[in-house]
Nanobody, 124 residues
Framework: QVQLVESGGGSVLPGTSLTLSCVAS????????LSWFRQAPTKERELVAS????????KFPMSAGGRFTISRDNDKNTMWLHIDSLRPEDTATYFC?????????????????WGQGTQVTVSS
């Protein structure tokens, strides 16, 4: 069965950087796009970044501001999200997601599997 396991979250200071990891199993990893979404309390789940199955295509929301980097290693069945210059508004649970095909996916309705999430708290 499909499994997505996130790690790397924690409590961090504003202005610092963080890298989240997602290790996948149960499917042909390189054949599917993957995404990072996040959800803060009382807010809807939103796209942070998405990457195609080959890793050659990426997508970010307009609000990303160049602070997010998404990458993957298809030999290690692993995807990463690096976040620079963390802000309090980045506080959320971050979810790894498997897209329905090899392309990027930017909306939850195109996601076929979710991880359990990892909490990121940015506070001084």
């Amino acid at each position: 069965q499909v499994q997505l396991v996130e790690s790397g979250g924690g409590s961090v200071l504003p202005g610092t950087s963080l890298t989240l990891s997602c290790v996948a199993s149960g499917f042909e990893f390189g054949s599917y796009g993957l995404s990072w979404f996040r959800q803060a309390p009382t807010k809807e789940r939103e796209l942070v970044a998405s990457i195609s199955g080959s890793g050659t295509g990426t997508k970010f929301p307009m609000s990303a501001g160049g602070r997010f980097t998404i990458s993957r290693d298809n030999d290690k069945n692993t995807m990463w999200l690096h976040i620079d210059s963390l802000r309090p508004e980045d506080t959320a649970t971050y979810f790894c997601a498997k897209c329905e095909d090899s392309f990027t996916c930017s909306q939850p309705r195109f996601v076929k599997a979710w991880g359990q999430g990892t909490q990121v708290t940015v506070s001084s």
